[in-house]
């Protein structure tokens, strides 16, 4: 908290007035929830970071009144929706007005002409998929976290969606969006069209801003039918670039398929592996069941040339079903362990590894956890990943944070990107200096104060302080 005691409850009262007792939480009982989200902050500074009041909006009015009470005493604002993300986007380090979007989670419309819908933000993906399946729709956007991720927090964090390679990610499904800004004016971005050469792409602005530009409070998104049939090849090889290879030949290939990683196995024998294989790929494929057939016949052909073992068709289905069937609540309580979402280029991975688990994971005490040293997503975005367990010991933190840094300066150097999908919150901010020019963070600085003179969205996240 960090408004005086005087100041909140004035505030308490204005908010109370404007949006009624059922929608305002100020107990710290009820606050504690907004402390976190499934970031592992340091552990002395846990529950230090509190709110001052959270907010349940139903309406964009609602929102307009927070925002206009905020703004006239300029304090700060964390637009919240399912609370997934892994870099602290919430932590509210500078305390303020949790703007929590639960109850913002109706579809408004559907268009099947038009392949569209019209969602409020808190709506989570998996509710938006089974209720677009009524219409025999999808919105394809397969994140690991689609229980609990909203469409507002994947817009926010240009949220990866693993059937990319087909479908693209939920920034490529944006038509137009509303938007609150600072001031409490509402924009609306466009016309409801995915295509279109008029005006600058106000919506993209909004896209991984992690609300430090507005808060989303509608969403137009293109949608599509739901496929005739589906598809999975699953096939295990003697280690991680043997997978790694046969990956490539398939993406090389030019063959459509919508969903593709290739791991460093681990219990793969669950899934019909024979012992010894420590590498595998998976690829998805939807559409027609000509077009799917046709794909899986092409694609085993290229498992068999290159020397991998074919898992049954069962395994493979039950394999790919896994990835979307992660609770990931728990991680906001435990979370001992971080990720990698890193883009560098094909031909320099094998050095990024070697130097991320040789070099540096060892100097500060990371240690990949079993089996998840490696992966690779088989796509157009070809994320390169590996889960580690954080530092332990005295200097842990510090530790930590010279390790980021090192692989930020390791992946930029290679002109890759440290963060593909997980976004910069407050765990990567500080690193953005090496991976953007001091030109093209001040443009962003200034796009930000045009649209955010008083910096009271979601301050201090993704954007690096300056002097
Ligand atoms: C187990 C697990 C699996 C995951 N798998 C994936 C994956 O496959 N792909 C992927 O991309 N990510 C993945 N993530 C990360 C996370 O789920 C995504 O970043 C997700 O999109 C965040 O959505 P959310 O609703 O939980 O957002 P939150 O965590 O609530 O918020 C994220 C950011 O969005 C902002 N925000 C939220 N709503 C709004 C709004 N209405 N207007 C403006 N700003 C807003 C918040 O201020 C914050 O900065 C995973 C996380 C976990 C724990």
């Given at each position: 908290?960090?408004?005086?005691?005087?100041?909140?409850?004035?505030?308490?009262?204005?908010?109370?007035?404007?949006?009624?007792?059922?929608?305002?939480?100020?107990?710290?009982?009820?606050?504690?929830?907004?402390?976190?989200?499934?970031?592992?902050?340091?552990?002395?500074?846990?529950?230090?970071?509190?709110?001052?009041?959270?907010?349940?909006?139903?309406?964009?009015?609602?929102?307009?009144?927070?925002?206009?009470?905020?703004?006239?005493?300029k304090?700060p604002?964390?637009?919240?929706?399912?609370?997934?993300?892994?870099?602290?986007?919430?932590?509210?380090i500078h305390?303020?007005?949790?703007?929590?979007?639960?109850?913002?989670?109706?579809?408004?419309?559907?268009?099947?002409?038009?392949?569209?819908?019209?969602?409020?933000?808190?709506?989570?993906?998996?509710?938006?998929?089974?209720?677009?399946?009524?219409?025999?729709?999808?919105?394809?956007?397969?994140?690991?976290?689609?229980?609990?991720?909203?469409?507002?927090?994947?817009?926010?964090?240009?949220?990866?969606?693993?059937?990319?390679?087909?479908?693209?990610?939920?920034?490529?499904?944006?038509?137009?969006?509303?938007?609150?800004?600072a001031?409490?004016?509402?924009?609306?971005?466009?016309?409801?069209?995915?295509?279109?050469?008029?005006?600058?792409?106000?919506?993209?602005?909004?896209?991984?801003a992690e609300g430090t530009l507005?808060?989303?409070?509608?969403?137009?998104?293109?949608?599509?039918?739901?496929?005739?049939?589906?598809?999975?090849?699953?096939?295990?090889?003697?280690?991680?670039?043997?997978?790694?290879?046969?990956?490539?030949?398939?993406?090389?290939?030019?063959?459509?398929?919508?969903?593709?990683?290739?791991?460093?196995?681990?219990?793969?024998?669950?899934?019909?592996?024979?012992?010894?294989?420590?590498?595998?790929?998976?690829?998805?494929?939807?559409?027609?069941?000509?077009?799917?057939?046709?794909?899986?016949?092409?694609?085993?052909?290229?498992?068999?040339?290159?020397?991998?073992?074919?898992?049954?068709?069962?395994?493979?289905?039950?394999?790919?079903?896994?990835?979307?069937?992660?609770?990931?609540?728990?991680?906001?309580?435990?979370?001992?362990?971080?990720?990698?979402?890193?883009?560098?280029?094909?031909?320099?991975?094998?050095?990024?590894?070697?130097?991320?688990?040789?070099?540096?994971?060892?100097?500060?005490?990371?240690?990949?956890?079993?089996?998840?040293?490696?992966?690779?997503?088989?796509?157009?975005?070809?994320?390169?990943?590996?889960?580690?367990?954080?530092?332990?010991?005295?200097?842990?933190?510090?530790?930590?944070?010279?390790?980021?840094?090192?692989?930020?300066?390791?992946?930029?150097?290679?002109?890759?990107?440290?963060?593909?999908?997980?976004?910069v919150g407050i765990?990567h901010r500080d690193n953005m200096d090496l991976e953007f020019s001091e030109v093209a963070l001040e443009t962003m600085w200034k796009i930000k104060r045009v649209l955010d003179p008083d910096n009271i969205m979601n301050p201090g996240k993704k954007l690096p302080e300056r002097k």
């Open positions: 908290m960090t408004l005086a005691d005087a100041e909140r409850e004035e505030v308490l009262g204005e908010l109370l007035e404007a949006l009624g007792a059922t929608k305002v939480l100020w107990k710290t009982a009820d606050l504690l929830p907004y402390t976190k989200d499934t970031y592992r902050i340091r552990l002395e500074d846990e529950y230090r970071y509190m709110p001052d009041i959270a907010v349940l909006p139903e309406s964009t009015e609602d929102v307009q009144k927070v925002v206009r009470v905020a703004a006239s005493r304090i604002l964390i637009p919240k929706g399912g609370g997934s993300n892994r870099t602290g986007m919430l932590v509210p305390g303020g007005i949790v703007v929590d979007t639960i109850r913002m989670n109706r579809i408004l419309a559907v268009s099947k002409p038009d392949l569209s819908v019209t969602v409020q933000p808190g709506i989570t993906l998996k509710d938006l998929e089974d209720q677009l399946a009524e219409h025999g729709l999808w919105l394809t956007q397969e994140q690991g976290s689609q229980k609990m991720a909203t469409v507002g927090g994947s817009l926010s964090t240009s949220g990866f969606s693993r059937r990319h390679q087909k479908y693209g990610t939920i920034a490529d499904r944006v038509m137009s969006l509303e938007v609150v800004l001031d409490g004016s509402v924009l609306r971005t466009g016309p409801k069209v995915l295509y279109t050469s008029t005006g600058y792409r106000l919506h993209q602005l909004f896209v991984a507005g808060i989303i409070t509608e969403a137009a998104l293109r949608v599509e039918p739901l496929p005739e049939a589906r598809s999975a090849v699953l096939a295990f090889y003697d280690d991680f670039w043997a997978a790694n290879e046969a990956a490539l030949r398939i993406m090389a290939s030019g063959v459509t398929f919508s969903a593709g990683e290739a791991y460093e196995a681990h219990g793969a024998t669950a899934w019909g592996a024979p012992e010894g294989k420590h590498g595998l790929f998976y690829v998805a494929l939807d559409g027609t069941k000509g077009e799917v057939e046709a794909e899986e016949e092409f694609i085993k052909r290229v498992v068999s040339e290159s020397g991998g073992v074919l898992a049954s068709r069962e395994n493979a289905m039950s394999f790919v079903s896994k990835y979307t069937e992660q609770w990931c609540g728990a991680r906001a309580l435990t979370g001992f362990e971080d990720v990698l979402t890193t883009q560098v280029p094909m031909e320099r991975m094998r050095e990024f590894y070697d130097t991320l688990w040789n070099k540096i994971a060892p100097r500060y005490g990371i240690a990949p956890l079993p089996g998840e040293k490696y992966s690779l997503d088989v796509g157009r975005y070809r994320m390169a990943g590996g889960r580690y367990s954080l530092p332990k010991g005295e200097r842990a933190w510090e530790n930590y944070q010279k390790a980021l840094r090192e692989i930020a300066r390791l992946a930029t150097s290679m002109g890759g990107s440290v963060q593909s999908c997980h976004g765990e």
